[in-house]
């Protein structure tokens, strides 16, 4: 997984980071983990939520609107009428 992630961020020096985690104690280090395994959990719940967000305006998109069965309200192609006759 290391390889796929790797594409991801070019720029990351796995060594360097293990150098700089060297100073640290067990403790610190295991905190560290925690948090990291916390961070990643709000960040995927926050993306369910806006997938969820996405995934029902989808579906609002998809729904016809319920303005087309009410009276007087212009159609597309009405409206593209009106834009070609002002062009003209």
Known sequence: MSDNLQKYLPEYDPDEARARLTKFSKEDLIDMLV???MEKRVLAK???ERMNKLSR???ILEEPSS???MP???TVEDLRRMLDL???
């Open 57 to 59: 305006v989808e579906t």
């Open 35 to 37: 948090r990291a395994y």
């Open 67 to 69: 303005l087309l069965n």
């Open 86 to 88: 002002n062009d003209e």
């Open 46 to 48: 926050m993306l369910d």
């Open 72 to 74: 007087d309200i212009p």
